[in-house]
């Protein structure tokens, strides 16, 4: 069974500070994907992120970086100096080699908060 | 040039009415997808579908079916509503990879629901 981890529900941060959301996941598959969504507060999903179980590298974009360790299962979100635009829920979610079609497994968000 | 569309974007309606919301993807994608957003905002997944399968989770109530009239169109049926069935449904479309890789998908803006 796969299952996604966000064990922060709500995150609160004075605009410029960095943050950072982490994500845990469980899966037996050896190939596996992993996705960062953004959902601001006018409702729509926005993609972030795809990693995948053999890229291992680090990522940057702009003041968001990911962080995949295999080892302890983990896929961390940081956003650096933090902008009120940030505010939004965060989703982690998995989708196993095998299960394109079963769909995205989702954790439950993280609501970050970014005070001006 | 919206890449998935829903419609409507609220729907309220009486217990006991069917409905139904339409999805519609431009981007050539040959998978779709249907999930239900609870007021948690948790996200799961209903159901899949491409030309090949239906893939429908097993926890979803036999009142919903969809209807893929195309490749581009995956719309959500709904009989006899209930109060539980208040949510905001989203939909999604991907394309399968190379070497059945798995891409990103991509999310209509949602269609809440409101069961009175």
């Known amino acids: 069974a796969q299952k996604v981890t966000q064990a922060q529900t709500e995150i609160s941060v004075v605009e410029k500070e960095d943050v950072t959301l982490d994500c845990v996941y469980e899966t037996r598959d050896t190939t596996y994907y992993l996705f960062w969504y953004k959902q601001p507060p006018s409702g729509e999903l926005v993609f972030l992120i795809r990693r995948n179980s053999f890229d291992e590298q680090n990522e940057i974009s702009g003041r968001y970086s990911w962080n995949f360790q295999k080892s302890t299962s983990s896929f961390n979100f940081t956003i650096t100096a933090s902008q009120v635009v940030d505010s939004a829920v965060y989703f982690c979610?998995?989708?196993?080699?095998?299960?394109?079609?079963?769909?995205?497994?989702f954790g439950k968000g993280t609501h970050l908060i970014i005070q001006p | 040039d919206t890449a998935v569309s829903q419609t409507p974007k609220y729907l309220v309606t009486q217990m006991g009415n069917d409905k139904s919301i339409k999805c519609e993807q431009n981007l050539g994608h040959d998978t779709m997808y249907w999930y239900k957003q609870d007021s948690k905002k948790f996200l799961k997944i209903m159901f899949s579908y491409n030309n090949k399968e239906l893939i429908i989770n097993e926890t979803v109530p036999n009142r919903f079916s969809p209807k893929s009239p195309d490749k581009a169109h995956l719309n959500l049926h709904i009989n006899s509503l209930e109060l539980g069935d208040s949510a905001v449904y989203f939909c999604a479309s991907s394309q399968e990879g190379v070497d059945y890789t798995y891409n990103e998908q991509f999310f209509g803006p949602g269609t809440r629901l409101t069961v009175l």
């Open positions: 979610a998995l989708l196993y080699s095998g299960g394109g079609a079963d769909g995205l497994t």
